[in-house]
């Protein structure tokens, strides 16, 4: 199970720090990934990291500003956040590929968790 958590309300160019974090199952041998939806819009990838944090992927408009790390000690993916944007705000989703890799495909994850909500004014 995956549990994301961290979202809130944030003025433009400011920052958060959200979580997933995972209950039962083999979470440091799953790829993770984050993706977010606003409202009427289909949901997009933002990034994604390997089950050994040693590949990331990035969304182009995150990139530069978002940073994804799990720690597989504590069951934790995070996403840090800055210079966020108003078009950043969105629910986020925290999602587990158990094949382990860092996949930008929708489709290719297994599980998902609920979401997250981010507001950011401007």
């Known amino acids: 199970q995956l549990q994301a958590s961290g979202g809130g309300l944030v003025q433009a160019g400011g920052s958060l720090r959200l979580s997933c974090a995972a209950s039962?199952?083999?979470?440091?041998?799953?790829?993770l990934g984050w993706f977010r939806q606003a409202p009427g819009k289909e949901r997009e990838f933002v990034a994604a990291?390997?089950?050994?944090?040693?590949?990331?992927y990035y969304a182009d408009s995150v990139k530069g500003r978002f940073t994804i790390s799990r720690d597989n000690a504590k069951n934790t993916a995070y996403l840090q956040m800055n210079n966020l944007k108003p078009e950043d705000t969105a629910a986020y989703y925290c999602?587990?590929?158990?094949?382990?890799?860092?996949?930008?495909?929708?489709?290719?994850?297994?599980?998902w968790g609920q979401g997250t909500q981010v507001t950011v004014s401007s």
């Open positions: 039962g199952g083999a979470f440091s041998g799953y790829g």
């Open positions: 990291i390997s089950w050994g944090g040693r590949i990331t």
């Open positions: 999602a587990a590929d158990y094949s382990g890799r860092a996949t930008i495909v929708y489709s290719r994850y297994n599980h």
